[in-house]
């Protein structure tokens, strides 16, 4: 398993926007999945958002509808989800998740400790 470092969490207004990011402690396969998932009290954890290393187009959950972006730097082993248009709906703890091979919770192996994101009507 990777260790991985996430940041960006917070407190922001409806109609804000959070950059998170995730940096692994190191490389895995370009065909792995790194991806971002979301815990909100009382829910089950569901996928945000997911890419790869080799370039495949990114997943987005249906919820995200455009306002969500998944990146990448290959050379700093950091994946990034920017989100704006954030709504109090998106409340929830944010967890990056690597060595997927899928986008279901149990295709990752590595997951990060969470980021909280509130967000305030």
């Known amino acids: 398993q990777v260790q991985l470092e996430e940041s960006g969490g917070g407190l922001v207004q409806a109609g804000g926007s959070l950059r998170l990011s995730c940096t692994s402690s190191?490389?895995?396969?370009?065909?792995?999945?790194m991806g971002w998932f979301r815990q909100a009290p009382g829910r089950e954890r569901e996928i945000v958002a997911a890419?790869?290393?080799?370039?495949?187009?990114?997943y987005y959950a249906t919820f995200v509808k455009g306002r969500f972006t998944i990146s990448k730097d290959y050379g700093k082993n950091t994946i990034y989800l920017q989100m704006t248009s954030l709504q109090p709906e998106n409340t929830a703890v944010y967890y990056c998740?690597?060595?997927?091979?899928?986008?279901?919770?149990?295709?990752?192996?590595?997951w990060g400790q969470g980021t909280q994101v509130t967000v305030r009507s």
């Open positions: 890419i790869n290393w080799s370039g495949s187009s990114p």
């Open positions: 998740a690597a060595e997927g091979s899928g986008i279901g919770v149990s295709d990752f192996r590595s």
């Open positions: 190191q490389r895995t396969f370009s065909s792995d999945a």
